[in-house]
């Protein structure tokens, strides 16, 4: 069987719009660290359980390590955010972060997630990350920042 040309798959998966969120993790000095992701997904209810998929870098040996990662989701004002996490830092971009329990989270999202790690699966270059919810605080109204056409685009509204 041929494999998929390489472009053409990158730009069909491109037409499938996700939201954006930021995955952190605290150092063992307490410093927050973050990298921009566009693969988080709720995998139950009950127990609340998510999964985000991550390539292998600072975040995810802190992941790695403390079995724990925080979830912020994007508002369309935090474009900022994604592009600072992202790996293209801002000097000018100075994220809040929020302490929690266990990890911090980014100021401002329309939701925050505390995640203890129950499971990690090695795809080819990613390692998925799947983890029990421990807390989580929504927003009441924003609108997300979406990945859509390898663009940040921030059309949809809530609330």
Known sequence: MARPDADLYRQSVALFA???VVVTADDTGGQPHGATVNSFTSISLDPPTVMISLKR????????????????????????YATHFSGRRNPSCEPVFLPGDRVSTLDGSLA????????????????????????????TKGSPLVFF????????HLG
Do not use: K
Not at 149 to 156: E, G, K, P, T
């Open 18 to 20: 996700t939201g954006i």
């Open 57 to 80: 870098g600072r975040t995810h040996g802190l992941i790695s390590a403390s079995g724990w990662y925080g979830v912020s989701v994007l508002a369309r004002e935090q474009r900022d």
């Open 112 to 139: 925050r997630f505390e995640c203890e790690v129950t499971r990690e699966v090695e795809v080819h270059d990613h390692t998925l990350f799947v983890a029990r919810v421990h807390s989580h605080t929504p927003a």
């Open 149 to 156: 056409d390898s663009r940040h685009n921030h059309d949809l």
